[in-house]
Nanobody
């Protein structure tokens, strides 16, 4: 099973940007749809963005469309989440995950998970 390690979280002011990365090892990341979820304190984990194996298809939650961009570099076994125009409500632990497809991911059917990286947006 592939192992995932997230990085890039931190503290940023409202309107700022962060770029998260998720490095995969122990498997061939290019074989998996990959994506991002987040979980804020006291809330359920929610889907943020997903990207197909080749990067040709992406999907986003409505609350991040136009602000976040998911991408991947299969040569580096890494997926990225560029987050712009951050808002305090984006504060959460962000997790990277694999899935068989974007549709499966949005249904919550996932495989491997990373340990998460904290993103805090101050107002």
């Amino acid at each position: 099973q592939v192992q995932l390690v997230e990085a890039g979280g931190g503290l940023v002011q409202t309107g700022g940007s962060l770029r998260l990365s998720c490095a995969a090892s122990g498997g061939t990341a290019s074989s998996y749809t990959m994506g991002w979820f987040r979980q804020a304190p006291g809330k359920e984990r929610e889907f943020v963005a997903g990207i197909s194996t080749t990067g040709s298809s992406t999907d986003y939650a409505s609350f991040v469309k136009g602000r976040f961009t998911i991408s991947r570099d299969n040569a580096k076994n890494t997926v990225y989440l560029q987050m712009n125009s951050l808002k305090p409500e984006d504060t959460a632990v962000y997790y990277c995950a694999t899935a068989a497809s974007i549709a499966a991911m949005t249904r919550g059917s996932t495989g491997s998970w990373g340990q998460g990286t904290q993103v805090t947006v101050s107002s």
